[in-house]
């Protein structure tokens, strides 16, 4: 079931956002599609109030005290499993009413000059000498890397009696503001992307979650969790940035490419190794990894960005 739900999510994803991109002007690109996101991150502001009710609330394992030696009987375990119907209910009845509001509602064709090209003429045509392209599919696996690494160790993180001493429960009050940070910010970015180049803006941003990533792990109690709160204001307007900037100028080609970068959201996959570190090295050093990622979103918003067809098709190299 999950794997269904993720593979319509990224069908969506890949259909969605090339044609926010590419139905305006393409110097506005970002903007657009930040204020689309924005919409993206009132749904994920709004879950974890959800999901801390229905699910923490409801369940003996999210009411606990962090740190607690108690061990949950075996029908507690199973409490604590079926408190997931009810959210999941929840979430399947608002998609079919999405689907059938879409399938109502006539959308424009893309430009013609976004459109996929005849096959023939594809030939002449690649993904690979497209230096944004290349660069930003690694730029949004990395991205991810950093973006669900906090998301999925938050909870613990403010858990920790030398940061914020809380239930699980009361942490996800907090995870709301991060999510909540995350919408305030594309929505801002929307509107600072119309004066200010995509990937100025990117680079402003990446530097400020690298300096509060450094905070969250080298310091305890409310100032580190209220760093690590704050990197979802610096992260907001990663993805969607990172997105159009790598598929601006593909042309035809922008649907392929389009792909190319969702399928790189694959990278949120690697959370584990944060794990890994967490569990190896402690939670909070764990979070170095998180600040290493935003040193190479700088690195492409500063020159990996940039259009060009300076890189050789590997197709061509023997």
């Not at 499993?81 to 399938?103: E, F, K, N, R, T």
């Not at 300096?211 to 307007?237: D, E, P, Q």
């Not at 764990?286 to 979103?297: D, G, N, Q, W």
Request: a neutral charge.
């Amino acid at each position: 079931a999950l794997f269904v739900i993720a593979s319509g999510i990224t069908l969506l994803q890949v259909a969605a956002n090339p044609y926010v991109a590419v139905v305006g002007p393409p110097e506005t690109a970002s903007s657009r599609l930040n204020l689309v996101q924005a919409f993206n991150s009132a749904g994920a502001t709004l879950a974890p109030l959800f999901g801390g009710y229905l699910i923490l609330g409801r369940s003996t394992s999210g009411t606990a005290v962090a740190g607690s030696t108690a061990v949950l009987t075996p029908a507690e375990r199973l409490a604590d499993a079926q408190s997931v119907v009810l959210p999941y209910l929840i979430v399947a009845g608002v998609l079919v009413v999405l689907a059938i509001v879409i399938a109502r509602f006539p959308l424009p064709a893309m430009g013609a000059s976004t459109q996929r090209s005849a096959k023939a003429d594809r030939k002449g045509l690649s993904l690979w000498s497209h230096r944004n392209l290349v660069l930003g599919i690694p730029a949004i696996f990395i991205y991810l890397i950093a973006e669900i690494g906090v998301a999925n160790l938050f909870i613990n993180f403010v858990s920790q009696p030398q940061i914020g001493n809380l239930t699980h429960e009361q942490a996800s009050h907090y995870l709301f503001i991060l999510w909540g940070g995350m919408m305030v910010g594309r929505l801002v970015g929307s509107v600072v992307m119309r004066t200010i180049p995509a990937e100025r803006v990117l680079a402003v941003a990446s530097i400020g979650a690298f300096v509060v990533m450094l905070i969250a792990t080298f310091t305890t109690g409310h100032v580190a969790m209220w760093a690590l709160i704050s990197v979802g204001l610096f992260h907001s307007i990663m993805f969607p940035t990172i997105f159009t900037l790598g598929i601006r100028g593909l042309g035809p080609l922008t649907e392929e490419g389009s792909g190319l970068l969702i399928m790189a959201i694959a990278g949120g996959a690697l959370v584990i190794v944060q794990g890994w570190l967490a569990d190896t090295y402690g939670l909070q050093i764990s979070f170095l990894l998180t600040a290493a990622c935003e040193l190479y979103i700088l690195f492409y918003a500063v020159w990996g960005s940039r259009v060009t067809d300076a890189l050789p098709d590997p197709v061509a190299v023997p």
